[in-house]
T-cell receptor, first 114, second 113 residues
Framework: EAGVAQSPRYKIIEKRQSVAFWCNPISGHATLYWYQQILGQGPKLLIQFQNNGVVDDSQLPKDRFSAERLKGVDSTLKIQPAKLEDSAVYLC????????????FGPGTRLLVL | GQQLNQSPQSMFIQEGEDVSMNCTSSSIFNTWLWYKQEPGEGPVLLIALYKAGELTSNGRLTAQFGITRKDSFLNISASIPSDVGIYFCAGPDSTGANSKLTFGKGITLSVRP
């Protein structure tokens, strides 16, 4: 079974630029999560989708971050404009059900904002 | 929101030694999860605990769900170099299918050959 795929794996941008990350979950997984992991911290949930609907985006900085999962499969996370403090690893995870212990994480996208 | 506390931030042990990590919270958790994250990868679930007092093993790993439901322990026996990584505890911050996971800050484990 293929795992969660993410691209790109690394991205370096300057502040105020835009960036987008892509995630392809495990086939058949209805729930998709985006996390932000700042160096030295545990992952923090940004947004959770159930199929193509948003379940929880309470910790998403909506003035600059947006995410979509239009067909209930792949998802994109966008930052516009980026700030220095957005430098982090962005992890995508998916699960068959919305049960936390069934989440499988992708390898993450490492973002550096200069 | 709820917080999970893990300390120390880093641990250094000799290959073959046992190591114990704990995770504490000021509030009750009904599920405790332990993850390992290797460099350049996402976290991988090691053990899930669902009941206070539960003791669960997975190979050389043993984890316990504290009786008070405010703590959990992970033990690694006879450590080997591939045990290197960051170990996170995590738990859902409320009951229900859509509760989000809270993670501790993690403990970075180094194993000297």
């Amino acid at each position: 079974e293929a795992g969660v795929a993410q691209s790109p794996r690394y991205k370096i941008i300057e502040k105020r630029q835009s960036v987008a990350f892509w995630c392809n979950p495990i086939s058949g997984h209805a729930t998709l999560y985006w996390y932000q992991q700042i160096l030295g911290q545990g992952p923090k949930l940004l947004i959770q989708f159930q199929n193509n609907g948003v379940v929880d985006d309470s910790q998403l900085p909506k003035d600059r971050f947006s995410a979509e999962r239009l067909k209930g499969v792949d998802s994109t996370l966008k930052i516009q404009p980026a700030k220095l403090e957005d430098s982090a690893v962005y992890l995508c995870a998916s699960s068959w059900q919305a049960l936390q212990e069934t989440q499988y994480f992708g390898p993450g996208t490492r973002l550096l904002v200069l | 929101g709820q917080q999970l506390n893990q300390s120390p931030q880093s641990m250094f042990i000799q290959e073959g030694e046992d190591v114990s990590m704990n995770c504490t919270s000021s509030s009750i958790f009904n599920t405790w999860l332990w993850y390992k994250q290797e460099p350049g990868e996402g976290p991988v679930l090691l053990i899930a605990l669902y009941k206070a007092g539960e003791l669960t093993s997975n190979g050389r790993l043993t984890a316990q769900f504290g009786i008070t439901r405010k703590d959990s322990f992970l033990n690694i026996s006879a450590s080997i170099p591939s045990d290197v990584g960051i170990y996170f505890c995590a738990g859902p911050d409320s009951t229900g299918a859509n509760s989000k996971l809270t993670f501790g800050k993690g403990i970075t484990l180094s194993v000297r050959p």
